[in-house]
Nanobody, 119 residues
Framework: VQVTESGGGSVQEGGSLELSCAASGRTDCMAWFRQAPGKEHEGVAQIIENGITNYANSVKGRFTISQDSAKHTLYLKMTNLQPGDTATYYC?????????????????WGQGTQVTVSS
């Protein structure tokens, strides 16, 4: 499975962005991660079969993950963005369904898309 992100960019604090991730095939476990300079990957949000979602505490209430299963596309709607959200955002997928935001669970990764939030 190949996954490709799009939709990153630069916004002002408080602004919104929506990321998309196109998968080459069906996957039942998909997630968004991010990596800020000098930091490790951080799990942001996950969605598994039946639309069950899982969010990092740092983004709850601000970010919304969704998917269009027919199009094999994953989305991340980000609102009230803060400078601390600045990072490269990665889409990840795996065929094994597990409620997990651990990097090691996911075998398929995109190249990343940059999100920059300025104050």
């Amino acid at each position: 499975v190949q996954v490709t992100e799009s939709g990153g960019g630069s916004v002002q604090e408080g602004g919104s962005l929506e990321l998309s991730c196109a998968a080459s095939g069906r996957t039942d476990c998909m997630a968004w991660f991010r990596q800020a300079p000098g930091k490790e990957h951080e799990g942001v949000a996950q969605i598994i079969e039946n639309g069950i979602t899982n969010y990092a505490n740092s983004v709850k209430g601000r970010f919304t993950i969704s998917q269009d299963s027919a199009k094999h596309t994953l989305y991340l709607k980000m609102t009230n963005l803060q400078p601390g959200d600045t990072a490269t955002y990665y889409c990840a997928a795996d065929s094994v369904v597990s409620l997990s935001l651990r990097v090691g669970h996911y075998n398929y990764w995109g190249q990343g898309t940059q999100v920059t939030v300025s104050s």
